[in-house]
Structure formats: structure tokens, C-alpha cells
């Protein structure tokens, strides 16, 4: 199995002792950071890489935390997709992508294939949209990181 992508949280830093989760985020394999903010306006966005994204939030004066799946509240999960049969003969079987499930955050969904060309996609249905679509009536499975 492929190593979980790295989760971490964006703050806003208020009067302390509070913290205020503004997104939730992942940094995919091919180093791309994914988010879903909740505040003031919930959805979500792609970043071309951890640094990019890093000096939007210091000018912000934002802060990002890494931590486990849950913060203050807030629950995010990665996941892998694993293909036991690949009946398309494109992607293999074995761990053939990796996500991140945010379901505190609307239950989006964004999953990034491990192909040579790593593309990578949003799901507003989140997990249940992409067992639809990749799941091949139980040749694929999710399986979420612990």
C-alpha cells in the first residue's frame, strides 16, 4: 500500500485560546495541496504545490497545523483506492489512487490517480460517487487510512 497522504489544518488565529478552522487540507502525492474550507464561505480548491500554498497563508496570516483526521471538531479522512480486478486494463490493480474524504466539510471527496500523469479530481458526491464511478461492481474498493 501506498504511504496516506499528509493531512494537515488551516487557522485562522483568534484572541487565545481559540483557533478558528477555516479548511481542512492534503498534500497529494505529486505534491499538489487540495483543501475544503468551511469559513466564512464553504468549498474547496487545488494548489499547485505545499510552498505556493504556504506563503498565500503567511501573507493571510494563517496558520496550518499538521494533524491526524480529526481537529477541534472536524473530521478528514485519506483513503485509498484499490483495484482488485481492473477490468478496463488502463490503471492495474493493487493501490491505484489515493484521496481524501472530507466530511466535515460538505462530504467532497478529491482523488489523485498514482498513474504516470497523476491526474486528479473533485467528487461533491465524495465517496459514494466515486465507488459509483471507479468501484466496478466490487472489483475497486475504498479503503480509508486509519
Given at each position: 500500500?501506498?504511504?496516506?497522504?499528509?493531512?494537515?489544518?488551516?487557522?485562522?488565529?483568534?484572541?487565545?485560546?481559540?483557533?478558528?478552522?477555516?479548511?481542512?487540507?492534503?498534500?497529494?502525492?505529486d505534491g499538489q495541496v487540495a483543501i475544503a474550507r468551511c469559513l466564512p464561505n464553504a468549498s474547496h480548491a487545488t494548489f499547485p504545490s505545499f510552498p505556493s500554498f504556504q506563503q498565500l497563508q503567511a501573507k493571510r496570516s494563517r496558520e496550518i497545523i499538521f494533524a491526524n483526521h480529526s481537529f477541534n471538531g472536524?473530521?478528514?479522512?485519506?483513503?485509498?483506492?484499490?483495484?482488485?480486478?481492473?477490468?478496463?486494463?488502463?490503471s492495474g490493480t493493487g493501490t491505484v489512487?489515493?484521496?481524501c474524504y472530507f466530511q466535515s466539510f460538505g462530504g467532497l471527496a478529491v482523488m489523485q490517480w498514482l498513474t504516470e500523469f497523476?491526474?486528479?479530481a473533485w467528487y461533491i458526491g465524495g465517496l459514494e460517487q466515486i465507488e459509483l464511478i471507479?468501484?466496478?461492481?466490487?472489483?475497486?474498493?475504498?479503503?480509508?487510512?486509519?
Open positions: 500500500m501506498q504511504p496516506k497522504p499528509t493531512t494537515f489544518w488551516l487557522i485562522q488565529p483568534e484572541k487565545p485560546p481559540f483557533l478558528q478552522v477555516i479548511a481542512g487540507g492534503v498534500i497529494l502525492p472536524y473530521e478528514i479522512n485519506t483513503f485509498q483506492l484499490v483495484r482488485n480486478k481492473d477490468v478496463t486494463g488502463i489512487a489515493v484521496g497523476a491526474s486528479t471507479h468501484g466496478h461492481n466490487g472489483k475497486t474498493e475504498i479503503i480509508i487510512d486509519t
